[in-house]
């Protein structure tokens, strides 16, 4: 599983590695029981402190999303895809809507906006 992360962002390291994993079951690439990367390796690969990475995965327990078994590691919680696929429905609409706004005010049109995201949608697979 690819986990990345921007330092660059505002948004913390372990909010971005607990958003990455809630995506990936969203998206189906995660499911019920599969482990997560150990700690270790995690932090390792992308040469961030241990803590951050167990941070994030506290983060998705505290969310539901993973289940920690001692001695184990973690791994993706049962019933964790139907709200994960929520609140990336969510989000998506949310950033739909602020960049059809941002469109609009720099006159684009109702009909170039929607064959943008015809288009979007089109080249992403799902239609």
Not at 84 to 97: C, D, K, Q
Not at 99 to 111: I, W
Request: glycine letters at 8%; hydrophobic letters at 45%; charged letters at 30%.
């Amino acid at each position: 599983m690819l986990l990345q992360i921007d330092p660059s962002l505002p948004v913390p390291i372990y909010r971005q590695l607990a958003d990455q994993v809630v995506y990936r079951i969203a998206a189906g690439e995660l499911r019920e029981g599969d482990q997560l990367p150990s700690i270790r390796t995690l932090a390792t690969r992308l040469r961030i402190n241990p803590n951050t990475v167990i941070k994030a995965y506290r983060e998705l327990e505290h969310r539901g999303f993973a289940d920690s078994m001692h001695g184990r590691g973690f791994f993706v919680a049962e019933g964790g895809a139907e709200p994960a696929r929520g609140e990336w429905r969510r989000r998506a609409l949310e950033r739909l809507r602020e960049a059809a706004m941002r469109a609009s005010a720099v006159g684009l049109e109702l009909k170039e906006i929607l064959a943008a995201v015809e288009q979007a949608v089109r080249e992403g697979g799902t239609v």
